[in-house]
């Protein structure tokens, strides 16, 4: 993943969707649906720094529910690029 994210002719759309996919080999369309990570990302280093001040924890889904992540996190330790998101669902909207 790192090595196709520097590569000049691919642009890559992290934490989206494919909506829709049409066309032939050398000419498609594909509509992305890009999910909201509700972190700003030109601010999040990937330093990890918030994912240890979050109180709420709920099971890891990338570990299939073995160990613990808290409301805000980074999805998996490979992670292109290494930005945190929020689970709205789980999040209490601490302030500190």
Do not use: W
């Amino acid at each position: 993943m790192v090595n196709a994210s520097k590569h000049p002719n691919i642009q890559l759309f992290t934490y989206s969707d494919i909506i829709a996919f049409s066309g032939i080999t050398g000419d498609f369309n594909v509509k992305i649906r890009k999910n909201p990570r509700y972190v700003n990302e030109s601010n999040c280093t990937g330093c990890g720094l918030c994912t240890t001040k979050c109180p709420i924890k709920v099971p890891n889904e990338f570990y299939n529910g073995i160990g613990e992540r808290g409301a805000i996190y980074i999805p998996f330790p490979q992670a292109v690029p290494k930005y945190a998101v929020m689970d709205k669902s789980v999040c209490i909207d601490c302030k500190n």
